[in-house]
């Protein structure tokens, strides 16, 4: 997104109170860094063991409604079955996954997207408020 500064309009990002600016050349520069393709791959890793997780106990939670009726209507208590269970299972699973990922980037992601961004910040280019 174009950032406007006093000297014109040059391509930015805005971070908190911070405006980092960046050219093209400065972008391939940080995609060659090995601590980019790190970063770059704990992500994508990270992203398709999570969703591997989701998706297979959604589809297992599917399979069990449309073909195991019986089991699923097992009574736990007077009112609660099994299917509720899993059902409300499903939403808690969905928190806990959400919370694991918000752990894993605090821990490995965070960082080392930190360490690249002050690594890779122009000091004349890093300002307050604009």
Not at 15 to 42: H, K, M
Not at 48 to 65: C, K
């Amino acid at each position: 997104m174009p950032v406007e500064t006093a000297g014109g309009a040059l391509e930015g990002v805005r971070i908190d109170q911070r405006v980092i600016l960046y050219s093209g050349l400065r972008t391939a520069e940080i995609s060659a860094d090995p601590r980019f393709a790190l970063l770059r791959r704990r992500l994508r890793t990270r992203i398709i063991v999570l969703v591997a997780l989701f998706v297979s106990w959604y589809l297992a939670y599917l399979l069990l409604t449309a073909f195991a009726r019986d089991t699923l209507s097992i009574n736990v208590t007077e009112h609660v079955n099994v299917a509720l269970l899993l059902g409300l299972g499903q939403f808690l699973s969905t928190f806990v996954l959400a919370w694991a990922f918000g752990r894993f980037c605090r821990r490995r992601f965070d960082p080392l997207a930190e360490e690249l961004r002050v690594g890779y910040a122009e000091p004349e280019f890093i300002g307050g408020r604009q």
